[in-house]
């Protein structure tokens, strides 16, 4: 079943603590996006890549890293830097710039 | 600055009653125009992708159109099964001829459907 998988789907992170949420894909996309969803607000694009081993800053990434080592794996990590991490993370892909872009099923992270 | 707003924020409709939702844009120039369905708890789900003025898409009580500097999604006859957020995304089209790649979204309209 071809599709995008990320985890966990609950995470809970102390302050001061780095995570790292989880999102493969078997769809053979090249392009490969983080949002973040917060009650009230659009989809805001935290990273996105286009290719391996290359990836580019969105609107939000202060406070996140990512890495794009795996065509088929997008890490994102939420360092201590990121005063306000609590929200819901979806990750996406897409063939390529102009196509569709499907995503996860999203990981709800909150701070405690 | 790219822009994409959504209206209305919230809709209730009787079963049946059919409506729309609009999706306004603000963009140097549009690469893609695309709608989403959104469950609670869930990732969006892809509907529609539209290219350029005047095309159309359908699917079961849905269709999705799009103008210069707008996009409708007309729902007919909705049933409770449609209650969900409706989200629209752009792509920009950049000076050299390529894409960001990115989407930029607008809000969303949640919208509800009562039996």
């Known amino acids: 079943d071809g599709g995008i998988t990320q985890s966990p789907k609950y995470l809970f992170r102390k302050e001061g603590q780095n995570v790292t949420l989880s999102c493969e894909q078997n769809?053979?996309?090249?392009?490969m996006y983080w949002y973040r969803q917060d009650p009230g607000q659009g989809l805001r694009l935290i990273y996105y890549s286009q290719i391996v081993n290359d990836f580019q800053k969105g609107d939000i990434a202060e406070g996140y890293s990512v890495s794009r080592e795996k065509k088929e794996s997008f890490p994102l990590t939420v360092t201590s830097a990121q005063k306000n991490p609590t929200a819901f993370y979806l990750c996406?892909?897409?063939?390529?710039?102009?196509?569709?872009?499907?995503f996860g099923q999203g990981t709800r992270l909150t701070v405690v | 600055e790219d822009q994409v707003t959504q209206s209305p924020e919230a809709l209730r409709l009787q079963e049946g009653e059919s409506s729309s939702l609009n999706c306004s844009y603000t963009v140097s120039g549009l690469r893609g125009l695309f709608w989403y369905r959104q469950d609670p708890g869930k990732g969006p789900e892809f509907l529609f992708t539209l290219y350029s003025a005047g095309e159309e898409k359908e699917k079961e009580r849905l269709k999705a159109t799009l103008t210069k500097k707008e996009s409708f999604l007309h729902i007919t006859a909705p049933k409770p099964e449609d209650s969900a957020t409706y989200l629209c995304?752009?792509?920009?089209?950049?000076?050299?001829?390529?894409?960001?790649?990115?989407?930029?979204f607008g809000k969303g309209t949640k919208l509800s459907v009562k039996p």
């Open positions: 996406a892909s897409s063939i390529g710039p102009g196509t569709e872009a499907f």
């Open positions: 769809l053979n996309h090249d392009a």
């Open positions: 995304a752009v792509q920009v089209l950049k000076n050299y001829g390529g894409s960001q790649g990115n989407l930029i």
